[in-house]
């Protein structure tokens, strides 16, 4: 089976602090793993992929993502919020058969 | 489980065919459903937003008439390809905005996706 579980429905930062947005995963098949931002009224926009090279992947607008094998996770993070960056954040793996799973989203909400 | 289905999840058909693909809300009543489209190596690209009881609406570059949207009933959207192409060979997923619970909860969920290969 395969799934995806974002851990925080809503996460919210002061702006300047870190984002760490979390994401866990099970899959039976060696996986692609992906992060996506909706901001409102707009289509999904890709942050960064994960698909079995390095394991931190460094993806736009200063986000990263590791992929640890052993805690089947793949947590967003980014050393400094900005304002921009208050959206919905949906982490995504891509398993066997072209199946994919998304999470159900994690809304970033940044104060000034 | 999953809250959105999406039906079939694999489909290969003959050029000059129509393909449907349908979208269900499971567990909520979605007024509003999105499709999206993703090519090879690319991000998924919102094609159409639809609306119950109403006409979609089709983001810039997306031929309505090619892409037919039919959102008849609160937990069903489909999109059928029309005449379908080699180049409509894509990966098509569907979301369905639960809009049950508070303004601030409203919730995005996504079919598994279909892959629509056109020989």
């Known amino acids: 089976a395969q799934s995806v579980t974002q851990l925080d429905s809503h996460v919210s930062v002061s702006e300047g602090t870190p984002v760490l947005l979390r994401c866990n995963y099970s899959s039976s098949y060696s996986p692609s793993l992906f992060w996506y931002v909706q901001h409102p009224n707009k289509g999904l926009q890709l942050l960064l992929k994960y698909t079995s090279a390095a394991t931190l992947v460094k993806g736009i607008n200063g986000f990263e993502a590791e992929f640890k094998k052993s805690e089947t996770s793949f947590h967003l993070t980014k050393p400094s919020a900005h304002m921009s960056d208050a959206a919905e954040y949906f982490c995504v793996v891509k398993g066997g058969y072209q199946k994919v799973t998304f999470g159900t989203g994690t809304k970033l909400q940044v104060i000034p | ?119």
């Not at chain 2, 979208?23 to 159409?48: G, I, V």
């Not at chain 2, 489909?78 to 369905?96: M, R």
Request: proline letters at 3%; glycine letters at 6%; charged letters at 15%.
């Open chain 2, 1 to 119: 489980g999953a809250v959105v289905s999406q039906h079939p999840s694999w489909v290969i058909c003959k050029s000059g065919t129509s393909v449907k693909i349908e979208c269900r809300s499971l567990d909520f009543q979605a007024t509003t459903m999105f499709w999206y489209r993703q090519f090879p190596k690319q991000s998924l690209m919102l094609m159409a937003t639809s609306n119950e009881g109403s006409k979609a609406t089709y983001e810039q570059g997306v031929e309505k008439d090619k892409f037919l949207i039919n959102h008849a009933s609160l937990t069903l959207s489909t999109l059928t390809v029309t005449s379908a192409h080699p180049e409509d060979s894509s990966f098509y997923i569907c979301s369905a905005l639960d809009r049950s619970g508070a303004t601030t909860n409203e919730k995005l969920f996504f079919g598994s996706g279909t892959q629509l290969s056109v020989l």
